[in-house]
Nanobody
């Protein structure tokens, strides 16, 4: 069993930055991929970025490439999402997820999910 808790969301103006954190606990050795998804009001949950915990490889959605960066801290069992040059279209609830395979860009590849953290970008 793995538990994930996101934090760091908030309200920011367009062009600003936020850093989201995802703290993992439990049987984290069973996970190999960490990912971030987001869901805007009235839309389906979409893939944002994935990280290979073993090799460090990353996969980004085209919509965030060059603006968002994922990183991890093994000692703290924590992954981060640094979000720069935020746009109003980035407004969504952001979810952290953990899976067993990489690359993993679909919801079905992830077994564990956090509760989500709200990110709101004003124009």
């Amino acid at each position: 069993q793995v538990q994930l808790v996101e934090s760091g969301g908030g309200l920011v103006q367009a062009g600003g930055s936020l850093r989201l954190s995802c703290a993992a606990s439990g049987r984290t050795s069973s996970t190999y991929a960490m990912g971030w998804f987001r869901q805007a009001p009235g839309k389906e949950r979409e893939f944002v970025v994935a990280l290979d915990k073993w090799g460090g490889a990353t996969t980004y959605a085209d919509s965030v490439k060059g603006r968002f960066t994922i990183s991890g801290d093994d000692a703290r069992n924590t992954v981060y999402l640094q979000m720069n040059s935020l746009e109003p279209d980035d407004t969504a609830v952001y979810y952290c997820a953990a899976g067993t395979t990489f690359p993993a860009v679909t919801r079905e590849k992830y077994y564990y999910w956090g509760q989500g953290t709200q990110v709101t970008v004003s124009s």
